[in-house]
């Protein structure tokens, strides 16, 4: 089974800092995407960003980019210019060639003005 | 982005009692639906997979008689949880892959079930 770790509970930022969430996972699969997903205090789930695992160029969204190491089953995710709303759960997640999703334990962000 | 939603938002109910969750895909065909759960503080665990027209695939641990799925249409999944109990109590969350223009799944907004 496909496991992701998240090994950080809770990370603080300065607003308009930087931050960086860690994530590994285990898999025997080639194809799958990562995923990291916001859970704000409403508990709706939010994509923020996703990486394909065949692709190589790390993904970006404006101020979210990832780092993604294939080899060292590492996904981290960097969060620039960190803004007050940027405050929740950020959850790692992993999808499977089933499309089924293993979710990391969490990292709770407190963005500090 | 497409829309998910599930009914109710929250419910509250005795021990012993039934209760059922629908999660509706509103602007798109899914024909499969994940279901999870996730404890206070905690992770999203999945539970099961839900395929229109056939039988869901449940996770290692989930009970099957317990956790009743129902994918009867394009557009809607049921979560049935049979007599139920203050464990259960939990927040539920489906979510609905849509394949086209390309292979995208998409959250509802979860149901706090509390049993009393």
């Known amino acids: 089974a496909q496991t992701v770790t998240q090994s950080q509970p809770e990370m603080s930022v300065q607003e308009a800092e930087t931050v960086t969430l860690s994530c590994t996972y285990d898999?025997?699969?080639?194809?799958?995407?990562l995923f990291w997903y916001k859970q704000p205090p409403s508990r709706q789930m939010i994509l923020v960003i996703r990486q394909e695992a065949y692709k190589q160029q790390n993904a970006t969204e404006n101020r979210f980019s990832v780092n993604f190491q294939k080899a060292a089953k590492s996904f981290s995710l960097k969060i620039s210019d960190s803004q007050l709303g940027d405050a929740a759960m950020y959850f790692c997640a992993y999808r499977s060639g089933g499309d089924q999703f293993y979710f990391g334990t969490g990292t709770s962000l407190t963005v500090i003005p | 982005g497409a829309v998910v939603s599930q009914h109710p938002s929250r419910v509250i109910c005795k021990s012993g009692t039934s209760v059922k969750i629908e999660c509706r895909s509103l602007d798109f065909q899914a024909t499969t639906m994940f279901w999870y759960r996730q404890f206070p503080k905690q992770s999203l665990m999945l539970m099961a997979t839900s395929n229109e027209g056939s039988k869901a695939t449940y996770e290692q641990g989930v009970e099957k008689d317990k956790f009743l799925i129902n994918h009867a249409s394009l557009t809607l999944s049921t979560l049935t949880v049979t007599s139920a109990h203050p464990e259960d109590s939990s927040f539920y969350i489906c979510s609905a892959r849509r394949q086209r223009p390309y292979n995208e799944q998409f959250f509802g907004p979860g149901t706090r079930l509390t049993v009393l």
């Open positions: 898999t025997s699969e080639s194809d799958y995407y």
